[in-house]
């Protein structure tokens, strides 16, 4: 099982990707590659626009490997999605890709485009969590074997998909929102205040293009920016409200968040390995 390692968005460092390689040695038949481009810089970048695309078409065309990891998240996914989809090969369609945060934008965009498996999950850069060999072992255990304690608990009751709120809402009105009908869409959120989370469930719920989800599910929403005049709702009676106005059922809480505790949400309920 070869997992290849890429930065969609910003870069790691080599002692976070040797400390990741040692808990993979812990996982029998697991080899990691970290591509080099993981570890390149270019302002806030894991490396220009073009390096980090043709890393990423690189692995993704590799007919040796077998899973494509997300290292980190931080802003750039978005940017590499019109030159992405145009590089890949054959090869790509037989992988599963995972990541979260910010790669949302890409696992959007793959799953829409309907390349390869997609899975919402850990990334290396959790290790620099709290408990986040918790988190990395997780992730490893899916990858690998498909593991279904690793998924979030009702990620296989009926298709799913998993976003960070402010990504998905950013996804709409381009080409790359995929068909989630009649999907269970789990949201998670994290530093920001209250009443942006408000305004993005209000614009993801109301979207015309989501109005065929078969429900929603919260995610943690952690490390809210406290607004200077209280809010005077909880994120969860926010999207309760906003489910309620759009007509869309509320399904309760889910398993996710920018935390170690985060779990694997298999898109369109995929539950196993490539």
């Known amino acids: 099982m070869r997992i290849g390692v890429v930065a969609p968005g910003r870069a790691i460092a080599p002692e976070l990707a040797e400390r990741v390689r040692a808990l993979a040695a812990e996982v029998p038949g697991v080899e990691i590659r970290f591509h080099p481009q993981c570890f390149a810089a270019s302002g806030h970048f894991a490396g220009d626009d073009d390096l980090r695309a043709a890393a990423f078409a690189e692995v993704a065309n590799d007919p040796a490997v077998d899973a494509v990891w997300f290292a980190r998240g931080g802003y750039g996914a978005f940017r590499l999605i019109s030159r992405v989809l145009p590089a890949l090969e ?81 996804q709409i009105g381009t080409p790359w929102l995929p068909d989630l009908t009649g999907h269970v869409l789990m949201l998670e959120e994290v530093s920001e205040p209250l009443y942006r989370i408000d305004r993005a469930l209000g614009q993801v719920l109301s979207a015309p293009a989501l109005g065929g989800i078969a429900g929603v599910r919260l995610g943690r929403c952690g490390d809210i920016v406290p607004n200077d005049i209280d809010f005077g709702r909880t994120e969860e009676e926010a999207a309760r409200d906003w489910c309620a106005r759009s007509g869309i059922p509320y399904l309760g809480r889910a398993d996710i968040g920018h935390d170690a505790d985060n779990k694997v949400v298999p898109f369109g309920g995929h539950m196993s390995s490539p």
């Open 90 to 170: 054959s090869a790509a369609a037989d992988k599963l890709y995972m990541g979260y945060s910010d790669g949302g934008a890409l696992l959007a965009a793959l799953y829409g485009a309907g390349v390869g498996r997609v899975a919402h999950g850990p990334i290396p850069a959790d290790l620099n969590r709290a408990n986040g060999a918790a988190a990395v072992r997780r992730a490893l255990a899916f990858l690998a074997t498909g593991d279904a304690a690793a998924c979030e608990p009702t990620a296989a009751e009926r298709p799913a998909a998993a976003f960070n709120l402010t990504i998905l809402a950013h």
